[in-house]
């Protein structure tokens, strides 16, 4: 097995040398080679690369050194806009303004995602998701000057390494890997699944600091709360409602 898979790690602060545009572009050139629904490639990149640019988008994904080091941020974007607009310039029924069309242009928008992650890795580049694009994924949406029909689902930060990024741990195979059924885990199975994260001298560090008793109170009521789960939740419907995709 290729090593790269097996080592691959999220890079979180850049050198500032700019990464060059034609590299880049045939990065994503041949990430789009990667599986699309019917062929419709619905998806659009918005390379910001502009000092100033950087900045105003760096602050809506709150300024963390993966944004903020980087010579160039990737925003990916489910977009039936080009799509629907061929269609009605060919007097075709464009029927894709619905919640159902923006889950198959989002899937295209993420699979490409990860394959420009690949490429880019594999050229030497670090790379990094910004989980925060639908945090403020109408701030962005105004700032990239996204149209009807465009979200943005993704964001990648890309340049040149400044080191090489910490091992993450994952659960093992067997706790996500179902053969022909869905098995739920009972509770000492569950205790066996996360104990790579709460051995986890980091992990048992976080628990400490925010006063909770156990790592699972960290992830639900610290990190991911349901107050703001919620929140995100009602601000990306009203964007999908803007958008077109929901009536």
Known sequence: MDNYFVNRRSCRNFKSEKIDIKKLTEIIRQASKAPTCGNMQ?????A???EENLKRLSAFHYNQPAASTAPCILTICADFNRFTQWCESNDADAGFDNFHSFIVAMTDAVILAQQIVTIAEKEGYGTCYLGTVTYNA???SKLLKLPELVVPVASLSIGVPECIGEATDRIVTDGFLHIENYSVADEKKLEEIFRIHTENPENEKF???N???NLAQVFS???YPRA???EVSV???QLLKKKGFIK
């Open 228 to 230: 703001l789960n919620e």
């Open 235 to 237: 601000s990306f419907m």
């Open 48 to 50: 910001t690369m502009d």
């Open 138 to 140: 109408e701030e962005i």
């Open 221 to 223: 009521e610290v990190r």
């Open 42 to 46: 619905l998806y659009s990149v918005i």
């Open 207 to 209: 628990i400490m600091e």
């Open 211 to 213: 006063n909770k008793e």
